[in-house]
């Protein structure tokens, strides 16, 4: 009896134990430390990086055998794009990737990050019906410079660009046949490009494909299904990432020995009053319905509770037979867990967020479903997009989180950076350079509260189709002038100081930190009287083109009309 009490006590202590130790691990909603600026390095072999993707950058949108895409196809709907830009040229990028290599090399990066278009490799969509082998060498070419200049190359297999034949034909990834499809492009891609292609993102964002694809429309294929179609998307995402990481594991990952991840972008969301908990459960709703909706299942095996009671319950008030979030089944779920050798994290801005009932009887939507709301602090710069205010320590906040939710899985920011949106021309982007020093900074401090984080990301190379806002919002480092048929790149002072950040890996000390600002200022300023002058000769081209032809023309004509007055007048 005393041996089988020891037995229960030390198992009740062991089961207590595990509680405290759970307990100690959950994220503390209550602690916000703002602290000041930290000066300090980054571990040795972290890896800086810059980002681009397919449709954004790289132009040449029916060249060379390229199907299209349906951001080809959208981009091409009148309205649908701010001033009806279009990607079809772009940064020609498809034209100038040796230059941007080179511009990688002078940063000194150590990886970059860029998309494979899924129609410029199989047009079709289909690896069974046609493989352009010219897309495959713009891509093979692509890698091998990188490697060339000791730049590793990270490579996403979906940002946004769905064959269009597949949308017409299928309804895109409403359809669960996408995931085969998406499978057999991975794995072409894995077998021609894998042996020198480590770091594999199956999705960039999935979270917009669902929500601005299929909820709101503002983004391809443009469609309005309000509170269905963007949860059986993200179901089928799910599921296409869990297959391909399997086929990589089962097939490749022995030979390649390679990394298969996915890149989720995530705002945080701080409760507006850290005392109230209505506003505390409503800021870790607006979390689990925005990265939790595909973190989740890939680490834990299914949909967060949080979104299966609400959506369930909604569903329900609307007289549903059944929720309108799918459901995995057993197999699935374990299928799907662990499928992610690193979580790539995008981020860029924050909310506060406080609770807000929605009523069934309006409709549903995703945005609805959640109930809550989210605010800003009118003090928090907003240098560009509108969505996009700075707030740095957010970002902590959303690192340390992601490391007590999901077991510190190893991360690599994928997206950060800042946008502009001014009618003039300025290279000298202070805002940029104030941004990626703050939020770097916030990043350097959440290794130090023990976040894992391997690489970072900045958003993005060069300034590139912005989606539904075209050209008007400008992330790059590098200035393209959109206007010059061959977009010249010109370096704004966030190179400098960018550049800086990496030799230097983080911030030494605050006489150093403080001088990088100074001297990058110095250095744009000569930038900016190159672009200031490139409009000049461009307009001394046209002269040259147009004027100089026809003022020959017109000498021509009149020394013809001369000579005839001069034979006239002989005779």
């Known amino acids: 009896m005393t041996m089988l009490r020891r037995c229960v006590l030390r198992s009740y202590l062991v089961f207590v134990l595990a509680l405290c130790v759970l307990a100690s691990v959950d994220f503390d909603w209550t602690k916000n430390e703002r602290t000041s600026f930290y000066y300090g390095t980054f571990p040795t072999g972290f890896s800086w990086g810059a980002g681009s993707s397919a449709y954004q950058t790289e132009g040449a949108w029916n060249l060379d055998g390229k199907g299209m895409s349906i951001w080809d196809a959208f981009a091409h709907r009148k309205g649908k794009i701010f001033l009806n830009d279009t990607g079809d040229s772009s940064c020609e990028g498809y034209h100038k990737f040796k230059d941007d290599v080179a511009l990688m090399k002078d940063i000194k990066l150590n990886h970059y990050r860029f998309s494979i278009s899924w129609p410029r490799i199989l047009p079709s969509g289909l690896k069974g019906e046609h493989i352009n082998e010219k897309g495959i060498k713009y891509y093979d070419d692509l890698i091998n410079m990188l490697l060339d200049n000791k730049i590793t190359p990270v490579v996403t297999l979906y940002h946004w660009d769905l064959p269009q034949v597949l949308q017409e034909k299928y309804g895109g990834w409403q359809n669960v046949s996408m995931v085969n499809y998406f499978n057999d492009f991975a794995n072409l891609c894995f077998e021609r490009f894998g042996s020198r292609v480590k770091y594999w993102i199956t999705f960039n964002n999935p979270w917009s494909i669902a929500v601005e694809g299929y909820e709101t429309g503002e983004h391809a294929p443009g469609l309005k299904m309000k509170g269905t179609a963007a949860y059986k998307v993200a179901h089928n995402i799910i599921k296409a990432h869990a297959k391909v990481w399997h086929t990589y594991d089962m097939q490749w990952r022995k030979k390649q020995k390679g990394l298969v991840g996915i890149s989720l972008t995530a705002d945080w969301g701080e409760p507006v009053d850290i005392t109230n908990q209505r506003d505390i459960e409503a800021a870790e709703r607006f979390i689990q319905f925005y990265m939790g909706w595909f973190a989740t299942p890939i680490f834990n095996g299914d949909y967060p509770q949080v979104m299966k009671d609400y959506i369930g319950r909604k569903s329900g008030q609307q007289g549903l037979g059944a929720s309108r979030l799918p459901v995995f089944s057993p197999q699935e779920k374990s299928y799907i867990k662990g499928t992610c050798d690193f979580l790539g994290l995008g981020h860029f801005t924050t909310r506060y967020i406080t609770q807000k009932n929605y009523p069934s009887g309006l409709g549903d939507s995703y945005f609805a479903d959640r109930d809550l709301a989210e605010l800003v602090d009118p003090q928090w710069p907003d240098p560009g997009s509108e969505w996009l205010y700075s707030v740095p320590w957010g970002f902590r906040r959303l690192l340390n989180f992601v490391k007590t939710q999901y077991g510190n899985p190893m991360i690599y920011v994928t997206e950060n950076g800042v946008s502009e949106k001014m009618v003039c021309t300025d290279l000298c982007d202070d805002w940029r350079m104030q941004y990626f020093k703050d939020y ?127 034979l006239r007048g002989r005779h």
């Open 440 to 566: 770097i900074n916030e990043m350097l401090k959440a290794m130090k509260d023990g976040v894992n984080v391997k690489g970072y990301t900045a958003w993005s190379l060069l300034d590139n189709f912005e989606w539904d806002e075209g050209f008007s919002e400008r992330f790059g480092l590098y200035y393209v002038d959109f206007r010059n048929k061959n977009k010249p790149r010109y370096p704004k002072a966030s190179v400098h100081y960018y550049k800086r950040i990496i030799s230097s890996n983080g911030f030494p000390n605050q006489r150093e930190v403080d001088s990088w600002k100074r001297k990058a200022v110095e250095t744009c300023s000569s930038s900016n009287q190159l672009l200031a002058a490139d409009p000049l000769i461009g307009h001394m081209e046209m002269v040259t083109e147009i004027v100089v032809p026809t003022v020959c023309t017109l000498c021509i004509l009149l020394s013809a009309v001369f000579l005839m007055f001069l």
